[in-house]
C-alpha cells in the first residue's frame, strides 16, 4: 500500500527507500569514498599537494597524505556505530520484525 505514513504526508514507498536503501548504498558509498582517497595517496605524496614542510614562518608541518590516511582509519571504528544507529532507526520508523512470543509454562 503506497499510503502516507502517519501524519506526515511523506509516501510510505519514499519513508521505506530511505530506512532501507543504506543497507546497500552506506557500505557503497564508503567503500567509493575509502578507494578514492586511496587511489589519489601516490599523486598527493609526490606532488606534495596541501603538505606544509619545514622550516616556514610559522614553524609547523602538516602532512596531507598522514591526515588522509589517518582519515580513511578513523572509518573503521565508527562505520558499525553509524551503520546499527541507521539499523535501530530503521526499526523505529518502520516497525521491528515481529518477534515470536514465548508461552509461560507454570
Known sequence: AVVSTQSTGVPY??????????????PVGVSGELLTIYSILPHV??????SVSLPNILNV???????????????FPYLPKLY??????RSKVLGAPPTPVQKKVN
Open 45 to 50: 605524496t609526490a606532488s606534495g599537494m596541501y
Open 84 to 89: 546499527m544507529h541507521m539499523l535501530k532507526q
Open 13 to 26: 514507498m519514499l519513508t521505506w527507500a530511505r530506512y532501507s536503501l543504506f543497507t546497500v548504498l552506506y
Open 61 to 75: 608541518s602538516f602532512s596531507y597524505p598522514t591526515f588522509l590516511i589517518i582519515y580513511m582509519l578513523g572509518y
